[in-house]
């Protein structure tokens, strides 16, 4: 079995008890349906032959009335099932791409456009649905076909292997111009995919736009993206047409064909004029399943291609299968590289040779020109990335064979940019700790400077904050990140550049926060302002990827070297 119809069958598995309803509730219907056409055609027979007895012709059309309120209770209520069905699995598979979206690599989020991914699982479990809605609704009609096409065999055998003939045509007609249905349709998809992870990263990045006065030319822009897609929505369009006026074609000739043939039949005495009727009700009853049929594999083909990107996207390893499993018990927080060398791009290390040892509860700074790999060495130590070469140690155990979530929730970083969700402070606060007492809370907003900001604003702790915490300064974020590494309680701290964007003020209160914070804790600051590493108890300078000075403030000050010539820029002292 293929992948993709072993994804399909797993898919049904999975919901074994929605599926065996569906498919109870369609195959009553669907023998109801095959009775009718028998029960009107029987009918007319005994409504043209004198003395026929009116109650029995009462009870057929009471039998005719009551098989039909049925057939059509059952066809809704399946169709209904497999509405919910189709709805419930589009939801339980979006939601588990979204989750396993979560759980790939940095390197994934980095280098893929978040909106393009997300546009293609969300269509690709539209599709899935549409899937299998036809899916439920094929299965009754399998059954009205197979038994209409036997009954019309008993009636008539000529007309059966000439309607046969005329359903084989259909068949092969649709099948050759389905193909370029598809074709057109995945080429729509792709281009879809393409323009509106373009127009996501537009509308993701709102301040930039309105900091350039760009808002009319981002108008003209999107438009143009999705008049891009315009083409192949005609295109898709044209093709589709095509198949429907071939089957139109194939339609009505097969009908005046069979028509013809069983009018013939009819005048030679070969079926009776209840026959007649009843196998045009029987052709009818054909041709909807076979319509239905053609729709399944016009759906099947199109979900296809999206279950293909679903299973290549699910194959992806999430960063916690690279680890291991180990749970230090009395986690220290010492840090040591051994000969550590990373690449983003094969061949092009932007660290090389780093041997470093972090005492337990040290606080190291790390400092250097743009680029030189500071803020890529905290991502190693964060698991972000996996060194191409050497080993980092956490207490001598190497990093890649600690349990990764457990590594995570043991450190902690406050960022230059904090990212924050659009929900209340107190919610995006608990999300270090999710446990954590509203009293802890409040003492870690204490620590951090935050607590009095927060009391003025309008609902104090349940204040929303908005979009990527839009009402919040820069500064008061940042006492944010430092609250929540308060709550945290890490044993590991990184301090990326926590002050470089803040004014005078905010950074006084930033840095009396940082202190406290710091204390009994190993700690790797990132910074360009000297303001923040002068009292680390280990500065490490960073140029072209290698380390290149280590020392206290005093001492590097004195060797007149990189540190010296760094500070002294930013100081003015040269």
Known sequence: MNPINRFILNLLKENKKEVTTILVVATIGSFLSIVIPYIYGKLFDLAIIPNTSLTLILSLIF??????????????????L??????????????????????LPIAFHKNKKTGEVLNKIA?????????????SALFPQLIVLIFSLVVIFLIQWQLALILAFCFLVYILVTIKYAKAVLSAQEKFIHVANKQYGKVYDKLQNPFLVKNFGMEEEEKRHILTLFEKILPTVRNSAKEYKRVSLYQGIVYSLSFIIILSCAIFFLRIGSISQGEFIMFFG???????????VTEFYKSHKKASAAIKRLIKFKSIIPEAMKHGDKILANLRGELKFSNVEFCYIKDKPVLKGINLKIKAGESVALVGQSGVGKSTLSELILGYYKPSRGNILLDNVNLSE????????EMAIVPQDLSILNETLLRNIKYANPKSLFEEVVNAAKAAGAHNFIMKLPKKYETLVGERGIKLSMGQKQRI?????????????ILDEPTSALDAE???????????LIKGRTTIIIAHRFSTVKNADKIVVLDQGKIVEVGKHEELMRKKGKYYHLYSLQMGLE
Do not use: C
């Open 63 to 80: 039998v005719w009335l009551i098989a039909s309120l049925i057939s059509n209770y059952t066809s809704n209520k399946s169709a209904y």
């Open 82 to 103: 497999g509405e919910i069905l189709g709805a419930k699995i589009n939801w339980s598979e979006e939601a588990k791409a979204y989750g396993h979206f979560l759980t």
């Open 123 to 135: 269509r690709g479990s539209w599709d899935i649905e549409r899937l299998i809605i036809s899916l």
């Open 282 to 292: 029987y052709i009818n009853l054909v041709f909807n399943p076979l319509y239905i």
């Open 402 to 409: 600690l349990n990764l979530q457990w590594l995570r929730k």
């Open 481 to 493: 990140a430092l609250t929540m590494a308060f709550l945290k309680n890490p044993k590991v701290l």
């Open 506 to 516: 905010s950074e006084k209160i930033v840095q009396e926060g940082i202190k406290r």
